[in-house]
């Protein structure tokens, strides 16, 4: 029974793989996600091994429906189960299109509607004294601050900033071309600030993190290897305790803080979705709290009959003081 099982779960697993790869090469979808599909279907899997079914071609509408319920049964949040369905949907179309199923189970199935949270950022003046921090006299100081820099200049996801190659920065014109979900491309302006530093690091600093190795990526190590993710995550919360910021901080808080920040200084939504290299407006609608509070602002500020209701309380006032002056003089 043991082998049986073995064997069908390798040939579960071959499918897994097929998919994974069809993600990788005609998706083009990033490490990261596809890893996050993987898992989600590693739970559909050992869902359907307690169950006693052994095939994924042996599921059904109502198998799918149970295995949904379980996830909201073991407290899987709404925006993960949300990312298992779709996960779902696009291996059973992948399954359909390759001949191993007629029809898929997750005709019918919807989404679970995530939760709508807000994004957690810094404040402008926290953001600041990050930025502001010494540069100190190790190499890794410069490189640090000038990465910081440019991760809250431009809003780049973590694994865009580490992976960033030589070839993507145009400190003349003062842009960065980011690579982002899908191999998707966008151009994202950076400050005067954020070229500065780089150029600084640049010309000072990395040659002595390579020590005459050659590297494509602009942000190298002692090792002369580009920073990992969790590297990133560590010197970020070294400075964010050296800056005296006692909120917990994560590299995707700059990247909301750039965002936030924007917003509140006019930039229009569409704008911001297009720097952030979001595929859909209702992403970047999560920050649609900030623009509804400038706008509140704007209109408390400008709207005319808000100002004529000023002008009429301050005419009674005067009115009220000048009848009063008349009382006392014929007094």
Sequence with gaps: MTEMTDRVSA????????????????????????????????????????????????????????????????????????????????????????????????IGVSRPRPWMRLPKTLTQRDVTHLLELADGSRPEGRRDAAMLELLYATGLRVSELVNLRLSQLNLAVGYVLAAGKGAKQRVVPM???????????????????????????????RR???????????????????????TPISPHMLRHSFATHLLDRGADLRSVQAMLGHASISTTQIYTHVERARLKRLHSDLFPRKSRRRDRTADRASVSSREKGFGASLQ
């Design 224 to 246: 002369g290897r580009p920073m990992s993710r969790q590297g990133f995550w560590k010197l970020l919360r070294a400075r964010a305790k050296q800056a005296g910021i006692t």
């Design 11 to 106: 040939s579960m697993d071959s499918l897994v793989e097929r998919y994974m790869n069809d993600l990788r090469v005609e998706a083009g979808l990033a490490i990261n996600t596809l890893e996050a599909y993987r898992r989600d279907l590693q739970k559909l899997q050992f869902y359907l091994f307690a169950k006693g079914v052994h095939s994924f071609a042996g599921v059904t509408r109502q198998t799918i429906s149970e295995f949904l319920g379980h996830l909201r049964r073991s407290n899987h949040a709404p925006s993960s189960t949300a990312r298992c369905v779709a996960a779902l949907r696009g291996f059973y179309r992948f399954l359909s299109k390759e001949g191993f199923m007629q029809e898929s189970p997750m």
């Design 191 to 221: 400050g005067d600030v954020a070229r500065q530093k780089i150029r600084l690091y640049l010309d000072k600093t990395r040659g002595a993190l390579l020590k005459k190795r050659e590297s494509q990526h602009v942000f190298v190590t």
